[in-house]
């Protein structure tokens, strides 16, 4: 069951119908578990978070000094947000002080595999592009 319990549009993503083998996937239904997830895909901070883990564990410390504008509270929700949903595992070792590791699952690597390195190389490639065309609408827009 996804379970994400965040405000947005206005309505409790908790409200989502649990997921069931025999449904039909549709994005487009606001009510789809399918929605929740590309949601929590598309949020600001998990595509980062996911990235930078690609390499291996990570520290808390280290992941919140290597994402630029990332709050130290961001960082926790966001990691609670993907552990819960099976994208990141957390690792907390008996010492002094604590020692916490994360890094991502078989789910979380095949999400950075198949979805954000493309979408990270397509926006490296085109953001000269990109800045172009908000130049000319800019432009026409007066």
Same mark, same amino acid.
């Given at each position: 069951?996804?379970?994400?319990?965040?405000?947005?549009?206005?309505?409790?993503?908790?409200?989502?119908?649990?997921?069931?083998?025999?449904?039909?996937?549709?994005?487009?239904?606001?009510?789809?578990?399918?929605?929740?997830?590309?949601?929590?895909?598309?949020?600001?901070?998990?595509?980062?978070?996911?990235?930078?883990?690609?390499?291996?564990?990570?520290?808390?410390?280290?992941?919140?000094?290597?994402?630029?504008?990332?709050?130290?509270?961001? !960082? /926790?929700?966001?990691? $609670?947000? &993907?552990?819960?949903?099976? #994208?990141?595992?957390? +690792?907390?070792?008996?010492?002094?002080?604590?020692?916490?590791?994360?890094? !991502? /699952?078989?789910?979380? $690597?095949? &999400?950075?595999?198949?979805? #954000?390195?493309?979408? +990270?190389?397509?926006?490296?490639?085109?953001?000269?592009?990109?800045?172009?065309?908000?130049?000319?609408?800019?432009?026409?827009?007066?």
């Amino acid at each position: 069951m996804i379970l994400v319990t965040k405000v947005q549009n206005g309505y409790m993503r908790s409200d989502f119908p649990p997921y069931r083998p025999e449904m039909q996937a549709n994005v487009f239904r606001r009510r789809c578990p399918s929605n929740a997830v590309l949601d929590m895909i598309a949020d600001k901070w998990s595509a980062p978070i996911i990235s930078r883990l690609k390499n291996g564990k990570l520290r808390h410390g280290e992941l919140l000094g290597s994402i630029e504008g990332l709050s130290q509270r961001m !960082l /926790t929700q966001t990691l $609670r947000d &993907l552990e819960s949903n099976g #994208l990141v595992t957390r +690792t907390v070792y008996p010492v002094v002080p604590l020692h916490v590791d994360y890094e !991502l /699952t078989d789910l979380g $690597r095949s &999400l950075y595999d198949k979805a #954000l390195k493309p979408l +990270t190389h397509w926006a490296m490639e085109h953001m000269g592009d990109v800045a172009q065309a908000r130049a000319e609408f800019e432009r026409r827009a007066g």
